[in-house]
């Protein structure tokens, strides 16, 4: 993406169908291949790596396994293993070594149903502190684990006894800026955003943004909180900044209408963090820039500090396909190249900016 570019182009670089049914794909860091992850049609799980050479897509590894896997991230893996950490419907976390996948480097059931969301920090060189995954479930529950601990999540983030359990269905770390602090946020289908603290163990913030909340992402995790967007069904999104938390107002926002159709995530750009990509239900891809205020808080009429909100600008839009895109992720060796995968025919397509 040059800076010079007032519009930048969205061109869909390489395209390939798959036999399977795909839900997410993740690049494998310092490579040109990336892992597609799905299932088979006879209900069985599918991780498959395919690599781009010479423009065109190759299917390099293709690994079977019991259960059909929902999401993965190599977010707590060291940049030496690459290992990548994955969730399936069975409600297992594991852990695999892509050099020798038969078996799972660490494996718990670490929900009672499907797990629909997964992140991590700490590897990769992104974070402070230990490597830790959270995961999110239909069960209602999102729970951090640490690869180091057997069996046992370091936090566990569920109702209290007689609550609704509302099905959680996307999770991210953030604010990972030092040894002590991580937050993760967390969107559920009845709307609701939850900020859970990880130094304190507790529910620093939450808010309803009135439709299922598909996606949630920092801008960094590896920063003081800055910016967090949350997609959700009917079309919208918000961006909320996370520098000024009013003690009864909360985080400023700004939404937008876009795609007319479910938004089901946002990716920020590696290279440029007020960069972030939206994915719809239509089968297009928007691209988006975040405009910071000339002052990002101001005192009420009581001298209690808020934020302010920024403004969005929309740089480009494309459409792929004809179905959803369910699942994008930026290259972060190569600036402004993405892979995303579609419900059209289960392809994977790589697009660059």
């Known amino acids: 993406m040059s800076s010079s570019l007032s519009k930048p182009q969205i061109i869909a670089h390489a395209h390939t169908g798959l036999n399977f049914t795909v839900f997410d794909c993740k690049w494998i860091p310092c490579s040109a291949k990336f892992v597609c992850l799905g299932n088979f049609p006879r209900g069985t799980g599918v991780i498959q790596i395919h690599e781009l050479q010479h423009g065109e897509v190759q299917l390099v590894k293709e690994l079977e396994k019991p259960k059909p896997i929902k999401c993965g991230t190599f977010g707590a893996s060291s940049l030496q293993t690459r290992h990548i950490a994955t969730g399936d419907f069975d409600g297992n976390l594991n852990i695999w070594n892509l050099e020798a996948a038969d078996v799972p480097v660490y494996s718990v059931k670490a929900h ?77 289908d009845n709307g609701d955003v939850k900020l859970f603290d990880l130094r304190n163990m507790s529910l620093r913030w939450e808010t309803n943004i009135k439709n299922g909340v598909c996606c949630v992402e920092f801008d960094r995790k590896d920063i003081n909180m800055n910016k967090l967007v949350a997609t959700s069904l009917e079309g919208r999104f918000h961006v909320f900044d996370m520098r000024t938390q009013h003690p009864t107002k909360g985080f400023a926002s700004v939404s937008e209408k876009a795609h007319k159709s479910t938004i089901w995530q946002v990716r920020h750009l590696p290279q440029n963090r007020d960069v972030f990509m939206t994915t719809g239900g239509s089968g297009n891809l928007h691209l988006w820039k975040y405009e910071y205020p000339a002052q990002r808080s101001e005192k009420d009429c009581e001298g209690v500090a808020g934020g302010v909100a920024g403004s969005l600008s929309l740089l480009q839009n494309v459409t792929l396909s004809t179905q959803p895109i369910t699942s994008l992720d930026w290259s972060p060796d190569k600036q402004g190249l993405c892979v995303c995968s579609s419900f059209d025919s289960d392809s994977t397509i790589l697009t660059k900016i």
């Open 112 to 188: 009672k149903e499907i797990v629909n969301s997964i992140d991590g920090v700490g590897g990769l060189g992104i974070g402070e502190g230990a490597p830790e995954i959270v995961t999110g479930s239909r069960d209602g529950t999102v729970k951090v684990w640490d690869p180091r601990q057997r069996d046992w999540p370091v936090a566990n983030m569920e109702p209290l006894e007689g609550e609704t359990r509302r099905d959680c269905w996307t999770v991210a770390f953030g604010h990972a800026f030092n040894q002590e602090d991580r937050c993760v946020c967390a969107g559920y």
